[in-house]
Nanobody
Framework: VQLVESGGGLVQPGGSLRLSCAAS????????MSWYRQAPGKEREFVAL????????EYGDSVKGRFAISRDNGKNTVYLQMNSLKPEDTAVYYC?????????WGQGTQVTVSS
């Protein structure tokens, strides 16, 4: 299983970023995918998930209405569109999948929101 995130960077408050996670090593269209984040000194936090078909999404309270998760099963890729970014969104963002009780993580991509 390999999960490779990309798209992070430095953005000003109010700006937008789109993260991508390229997946391989499993049947991508058979599993729900999730995004988590971890800020310095804080525990890892759930951000969003999307079901295998993409029909259903869920979001953490802190990002509802600002972030949108999507997937392209033809490209084995899951996305996180982040709008109206705030300094408190600064964190390392991780893509994740739970395969038969084992959770796999990508290496993470840093998002920094600062003026």
């Amino acid at each position: 299983v390999q999960l490779v995130e990309s798209g992070g960077g430095l953005v000003q408050p109010g700006g937008s970023l789109r993260l991508s996670c390229a997946a391989s090593g499993f049947t991508f269209n058979g599993y729900r995918m999730s995004w988590y984040r971890q800020a310095p000194g804080k525990e890892r936090e759930f951000v969003a998930l999307i079901t295998s078909s993409g029909a259903t999404t869920e979001y953490g309270d802190s990002v509802k209405g600002r972030f949108a998760i999507s997937r392209d099963n033809g490209k084995n890729t899951v996305y996180l569109q982040m709008n109206s970014l705030k300094p408190e969104d600064t964190a390392v963002y991780y893509c994740s999948v739970n395969l038969r009780g084992t959770r796999y993580w990508g290496q993470g991509t840093q998002v920094t929101v600062s003026s």
